[in-house]
């Protein structure tokens, strides 16, 4: 997996949901790479990775919707695009629960919209990369655990049916027999690092609540588990299948789990970023509340392991939760004191 630098020199490559946590990383991944990237975004948004660190400056920004047939088909065709990584979503499990209309729309119309632009273009694609996600998986008991990629999709709640429907609408496009598209699936564990501003995931909420620009409340009692996977390995995974898609198209309609193998109880991570960022008096007061919290619309236990991917490509996560957490706890104490003295001095 060495020297494949100059394999993106000058490819045409575009990122759905650049603008958001994943696909900002992605974006600087590929950079380095002398990539030409091209983003779709609904609307400009500074509070983000992808503004903050300049990213912006350094891409080809097109401003649109994703269920914008003619658009995505304009883009594909004139950009002259070898490369789509579709990772734009209604990410936030609670916005589900509230919306599950426009959750449908953007995860499943969204993703039929790329992959039918996709399909209907004149320009040859060699890799399409769908991000669906653990919880397309629906609940398995413990003893189930971790997720295969040959476990049946059984979600229940309306952001996992949204992921498990664009899931198995991207395996008929990949298995399509009059025109078949190049394109693997992915279910990535609960991902974190730099950058991811949607404050209801657990591990962004919990650093800017333990260094005081909020206030934390527990929508558990804690004892749920989860798997974490730092973003940089994230990119690193996506940056692999579409280059090994590309040359062998036989892995065409592939899934690929992604995770660490490595299980936290929700309370556990709680303790470790209050820890880290000295804030004992909080988390005492936090761990008070946990017993009296009841978990809603959320899959109680879930794991993911790295197996097919390490017998397929030698991959293996390079980043320790605990590396990562630190990088990320770095990054949101130059963040969130920047923006604090932006939103002061306007």
């Not at 709640?157 to 693997?184: E, V």
């Amino acid at each position: 997996m060495k020297n494949f630098k100059y394999f993106w020199n000058n490819k045409n490559i575009l990122i759905t949901g650049i603008n958001g946590f994943i696909g900002s990383n992605l974006a600087k991944y590929l950079l380095k790479n002398n990539a030409n990237i091209f983003g779709l975004v609904r609307k400009i948004d500074k509070r983000t990775l992808l503004y903050h660190e300049n990213l912006d400056k350094k891409i080809n920004l097109i401003f649109g919707d994703i269920t914008d047939l003619k658009l995505i088909k304009r883009i594909i065709n004139e950009e002259n695009i070898n490369h789509i990584f579709h990772l734009a979503a209604q990410v936030e499990v609670g916005v589900a629960m509230k919306y599950p209309y426009s959750t449908f729309e953007s995860n499943i119309k969204g993703t039929y919209t790329i992959l039918e632009a996709a399909r209907t273009s004149s320009v040859k694609i060699n890799s399409i990369i769908v991000a669906s996600s653990d919880k397309s998986y629906g609940e398995y008991p413990n003893h189930k655990l971790p997720y295969k990629e040959n476990y049946s999709l059984n979600p229940k709640f309306f952001y996992d049916t949204s992921k498990a429907c664009a899931d198995l609408i991207s395996k008929s496009y990949a298995l399509n027999p009059k025109k078949p598209l190049p394109i693997i699936i992915t279910r990535f564990a609960n991902i974190f690092g730099p950058g991811q501003m949607n404050f209801s995931a657990l591990i962004p909420d919990c650093i800017r609540s333990s260094l005081k620009y909020s206030n934390f409340e527990p929508r558990g009692n804690g004892k749920d588990t989860r798997d974490f996977l730092f973003v940089e390995d994230v990119a690193e995974v996506y940056e692999i299948l579409a280059r090994e898609l590309t040359k062998n198209k036989k892995l065409s309609g592939q899934i690929f789990n992604a995770g660490t193998n490595e299980i936290f109880k929700v309370e556990d991570v709680i303790k470790k970023i209050y820890i880290k960022n000295k804030n004992k008096k909080d988390l005492l007061e936090i761990l008070s509340k946990l017993p009296l919290r009841k978990t809603k619309g959320e899959i109680k236990n879930q794991l993911m392991t790295y197996e097919k991917l390490y017998k397929f490509f030698k991959w293996k996560p390079k980043t320790t939760f605990d590396k990562g957490l630190e990088k990320t706890i770095n990054w949101y104490k130059k963040f969130l004191k920047n923006d604090s003295d932006n939103l002061t001095s306007s």
